[in-house]
């Protein structure tokens, strides 16, 4: 990013378009259904690229300082969907069923790739300043998902899914920490205010975007022995769902063969 500014204001640019995610705000179980835009950026570096986000974020901060005039824009996307998109929530949907942890509420915000795009370009053109998150209007509650997907849940205490996922992160079968299934527990809901205000809407609605997020999980199965095995910390969250509800699914397969 101090490359990136530098090279701007060399150049004459006098406005940069950063964009990160908004996962930058963290997943917490008192988060604010929606988030303010100017909430205070509440994730924990990983070692992954949320740190690497979040380090943007930062440097991105400071950049008009250092270089006077120079105009940074940070766009925060929801989790995103679209052709080609391989992440954690895409992970999510293709384990054997929707992994719930006990007591809490999940929130579920999209945005699509070509939303994406357009709020971009909105920021490149100087529509939204400072820092914009951009999603899907609204959310989708954990008996919505569970409705427009037709898949099934399993619902676990929280200390045996997040030390599960913390157990199998130590011997390696998933890269990403037991940290980042907060994504799918808690609520992180964005509101794009400041892309509304400019005239910005979405073409995607959530229920729209779940659609098109299942057609593309159609046929993969984030388990152990394919796609969880792939050294990518994008998707660590995704693999840790899979194998944790798996590894519950055995459990209570094998207590049933017992009794």
Request: hydrophobic fraction near 50%; glycine fraction near 8%; aromatic fraction near 6%.
């Amino acid at each position: 990013m101090q490359l990136i500014a530098s090279a701007a204001a060399a150049a004459g640019v006098r406005r940069v378009v950063l964009c990160t995610s908004a996962m930058v705000y963290g997943a917490l179980p008192d988060n604010p259904v929606p988030l303010d835009e100017d909430a205070p950026l509440r994730a924990m570096p990983d070692g992954g690229i949320l740190s690497d986000w979040l380090e943007l974020e930062r440097l991105a901060e400071q950049a008009p300082v250092s270089h006077p005039g120079l105009q940074v824009t940070v766009v925060r996307p929801a989790a995103l969907v679209g052709p080609g998109v391989d992440s954690l929530l895409t992970r999510h949907f293709e384990a054997p069923r929707l992994l719930v942890v006990r007591d809490s509420r999940p929130s579920w915000q999209f945005c699509h790739v070509d939303d994406l795009a357009a709020a971009l370009e909105f920021a490149a053109l100087g529509k939204v300043e400072g820092a914009a998150t951009v999603g899907c209007e609204g959310w989708l509650d954990q008996r919505e998902v569970e409705l427009i997907s037709g898949m099934r849940r399993i619902e676990l205490p929280a200390s045996i899914a997040f030390g599960t996922a913390e157990r199998l992160h130590r011997l390696g079968v998933v890269p990403a920490p037991a940290s980042d299934l907060q994504y799918v527990v808690h609520p992180w809901v964005v509101p794009s205010t400041r892309l509304f205000e400019a005239g910005w809407k979405p073409v995607y609605d959530n229920a729209t975007a779940l659609g098109l997020l299942l057609e593309q999980a159609a046929g993969h199965h984030a388990l152990v022995a394919r796609r969880v095995g792939r050294r990518d910390a994008t998707i660590g969250a995704g693999a840790a769902v899979a194998v944790v509800g798996t590894a519950a699914l055995v459990r209570i397969a094998r207590k049933r063969r017992t009794r």
